[in-house]
């Protein structure tokens, strides 16, 4: 699979990285461990580096399902993993936390999870109004110098706070969803990492699950997938929504590949450090998101796509409210 660089230190990645979450957490049961074990190293044989976690997925189950799966070839890919919330006894989440000290804290039971002496790319899984840009980003700094973290990342982050952070420690990477259905990111938080020179990390680039065509309507989710308390999949959404969907699948149709292809595909040819990281809990989609890695598009290509998109309002929040209240801040 071919490289690409995030951020101005040359953090070199696969185009295509894994987003691990669902293995754990957010789509129902977690899978079982072997399973996802078989899948992460799969993916690495298949030229996937770049793999995302969470200490928020599980929580912590995520970190320690990668940490043993990638420990026989810990040196030759990138963990990236993120900080930011605190939790309760039962493992929910329980509000924000990027206090310095926390930070640090986080950092080091992250260490032993992920069975490694250093995290090649740590996050702040959300802004957290309550602590100063600066001393989350002065706090990575000190892990940096320390050894403990090659690379700084924002998840979710708006723009005023990406410049703040940027100036006290370089920002290697944003994470954010970007997709076909969720464009949002080329009205500012592009243009900006472009000027800055920061890579981007679309997460659900497939717009969880919903461009690959395999959900419609009447589509059934397990009782613990998050999706339920989605806007944008209500059966109404959905069916409204099967219009994007419908667009998509004629132009993969033409080019002889699929949905999933044809949105990562484009995501891909947006710009040179922008790496998508699709999450599956199945080998055969695994095989076909890596697919999209040699899918050409042309420029016209990718105008017809951009025209077909735009003329499809998509209905729904991509957040229930109050996770909405989180991003962009």
Not at 90 to 111: C, F, T, W, Y
Not at 246 to 267: F, H, N, R, S, Y
Request: net charge neutral; hydrophobic share 40%; glycine share 8%.
């Amino acid at each position: 699979m071919q490289k690409r660089i995030l951020g101005k230190n040359g953090l070199e990645v696969s185009a295509l990285g894994l987003g691990c979450m669902g293995l754990s957490y957010a789509y129902g049961p977690a899978t079982d461990k072997q399973d996802a074990i078989k899948l992460i190293r799969m993916a690495f044989e298949r030229g996937v580096t770049l793999f995302d976690t969470a200490e928020a997925y599980g929580p912590f189950k995520n970190e320690e399902l990668l940490g043993e799966a990638l420990a026989s070839f810990r040196d030759q890919v990138v963990i990236a993993t993120k900080f930011g919330f605190k939790f309760d006894d039962n493992g929910g989440q329980s509000g924000m936390d990027s206090r310095p000290e926390h930070i640090k804290a986080v950092a080091e039971a992250a260490l032993k999870r992920l069975k490694t002496d250093r995290i090649d790319l740590f996050y702040q899984h959300r802004v957290d109004t309550e602590v100063p840009m600066e001393d989350v980003a002065g706090a990575v700094k000190e892990l940096i110098r320390a050894g403990k973290v090659k690379h700084f990342g924002l998840s979710e982050a708006g723009a005023h706070s990406i410049r703040r952070a940027h100036a006290v420690q370089p920002v290697t990477a944003l994470q954010s969803e970007y997709s076909l259905w969720w464009r949002e990111p080329e009205k500012e938080i592009l243009p900006l990492c472009e000027e800055l020179g920061i890579g981007f990390v679309p997460f659900s680039p497939l717009g969880r699950g919903f461009l690959t065509g395999a959900i419609d309507e009447n589509t059934q989710f397990d009782s613990k997938d998050f999706r339920n308390n989605v806007p944008r999949f209500t059966p109404e959404a959905r069916k409204a929504n099967q219009t994007l969907v419908d667009a998509i699948g004629q132009l993969a149709a033409q080019k002889k590949v699929t949905p999933a292809q044809i949105a990562l595909a484009w995501l891909l040819a947006q710009k040179p450090w922008i790496v998508p990281i699709p999450g599956t809990t199945k080998l055969h989609r695994l095989e076909e998101n890596l697919g999209a890695a040699a899918v050409k598009l042309s420029p016209d290509d990718a105008r017809r796509i951009r025209e077909a998109v735009e003329g499809v309002t998509v209905q729904g929040e991509r957040y229930p409210a109050h996770l909405q209240a989180r991003v962009g801040r």
